[in-house]
């Protein structure tokens, strides 16, 4: 089945800096690529969905400024969360979509931890 | 706007007995997918088992098969012959048809007993 490779699986960064989440489709083109935010034990909570060459697409109460998206090639798609603080912690997984197709293949994941 | 209801929040099941999970949806379209999702400790979501809501048979992988009940917009997962390694958190998920949004339920634990 298609791949999607996320890295990194896991990162600890200190309050206020940015860190960077990439996701990448390795044997297929993702015209889509989706973000999702899961707090323990709860559901996956859609914060956007890019395109490839377009702007995201974010869902109502996601902070556009604060959650960086850039999908610039059919195989890679990158979250950025910028000045980054402890309610920022959480697990982070992608999605992936390619043409004409209606399944989704997910990442590994990131877990994000903010002192 | 597509919601997406699991009601057991937790089940429980025996090694090698039978077990079923449940979900509804409510929605206006009349073509979409709904699937079934595993995630077990290891985060990785998995895909389980899907359904065309055009086709009215069952969808069926192996140990795992779905009671499609397109009027009444129900979608339960049976799985049979359970195993330690079923154990996970388990959602179901709709998609329309041509469109973006995977909707999720909320999940639900399974457990697995030895």
């Known amino acids: 089945g298609a791949v999607v490779s996320q890295h990194p699986s896991r990162v600890i960064c200190k309050s206020g800096t940015s860190v960077k989440i990439e996701c990448r489709s390795l044997?297929?083109?993702?015209?889509?690529m989706f973000w999702y935010r899961q707090f323990p034990k709860q559901s996956l909570m859609l914060m956007a969905t890019?395109?490839?060459?377009?702007?995201?697409?974010?869902e109502q109460g996601v902070e556009k400024d604060k959650f960086l998206i850039n999908h610039a090639s059919l195989t890679l798609s990158t979250l950025t969360v910028t000045s980054a603080h402890p309610e920022d912690s959480s697990f982070y997984i992608c999605?992936?979509?390619?043409?004409?197709?209606?399944?989704?293949?997910f990442g590994s994941g990131t877990q994000l931890s903010v002192l | 706007a597509q919601t997406v209801t699991q009601s057991q929040p937790e089940m429980s099941v025996q090694e090698a007995e039978t077990v079923t999970l449940s979900c509804t949806y409510d929605?206006?379209?009349?073509?979409?997918?709904l699937f079934w999702y595993k995630q077990p400790p290891s985060r990785q979501m998995i895909l389980v088992i899907r359904?065309?809501?055009?086709?009215?048979q069952n969808a069926t992988e192996n140990r795992f098969s779905v009671n499609f009940q397109k009027a009444a917009k129900s979608f339960s997962l049976k799985i049979s012959d359970s195993q330690l390694g079923d154990a996970a958190m388990y959602f179901c998920?709709?998609?329309?048809?041509?469109?973006?949004?995977?909707?999720f339920g909320a999940g639900t634990i399974l457990r697995v007993k030895s």
């Open positions: 999605s992936a979509r390619g043409a004409a197709d209606e399944k989704l293949f």
């Open positions: 890019s395109n490839e060459g377009s702007k995201a697409t974010y």
């Open positions: 359904q065309e809501a055009y086709k009215q």
């Open positions: 929605t206006s379209e009349s073509d979409y997918y």
């Open positions: 044997d297929f083109q993702a015209t889509t």
């Open positions: 998920a709709y998609l329309v048809e041509y469109g973006n949004k995977l909707v």
